[in-house]
């Protein structure tokens, strides 16, 4: 019986050690992977802009296409395929420039906010700890108290207990015996 229970403890030991090994790869995969893919993209798209030769219109019927678009879909007003324009791509990058810092501004008010929020947390949570840490205090002081009270309440009981002995002690070497009550005595 008991190496049944061992050999179940170690089983859901191990069981519960490849569930947390599962787990850590899962996260390691979750927080490395969105980077990894982007710069393996960025080195691809790199690679691939290496290939084609430089020319004031690009011909893109060299170069197979990674995804095709269906002909209906397709818009056909860049005709010259990946040809760059400053002013948009000026404009492009102001709109990004843009979008980047409004982005940053709102991360970093949601950041104070949340930060708010944890220190009015952290000091609600400290004025909780200062009521329970004062009513342990109380606690523990009627709790002393209530020990001296039974301490000084023993030493008087034994001292009654002696006083009540010598007492009985006199009263047997007058003639008093436990057994005769009083009706027998006056009599």
């Not at 000026?90 to 970093?108: A, I, P, V, W, Y």
């Amino acid at each position: 019986m008991a190496l049944e229970d061992q050999e179940t403890r170690f089983s859901s030991a191990g069981v519960l050690k490849t569930v947390v090994v599962i787990l850590a790869l899962c996260l390691a995969g979750y927080i490395v992977g969105p980077p990894l893919y982007w710069h393996s993209l960025e080195a691809l798209a790199a690679s691939s802009s290496l290939s084609c030769p430089s020319c004031p219109l690009c011909d893109c019927s060299a170069s197979l296409p990674l995804i095709t678009i269906p002909q209906e879909l397709s818009n056909n007003s860049f005709a010259d395929c990946a040809k760059h324009d400053p002013e948009v791509g000026e404009d492009t990058e102001n709109n990004l420039t843009e979008l980047l810092s409004e982005e940053l501004k709102l991360r970093e008010a949601e950041f104070t906010e949340n930060q708010q929020r944890a220190d009015m947390a952290l000091l609600e949570a400290k004025k909780i700890t200062s009521q329970y840490q004062k009513e342990a205090d109380k606690c523990n002081s009627g709790m002393e108290t209530c020990e001296e009270a039974r301490e000084k309440a023993e030493v008087t009981l034994l001292a009654q207990k002696r006083l009540t002995s010598l007492w009985e002690l006199r009263a047997r070497q007058r003639g008093w015996k436990e057994g005769v009550d009083k009706s027998h005595a006056q009599s």
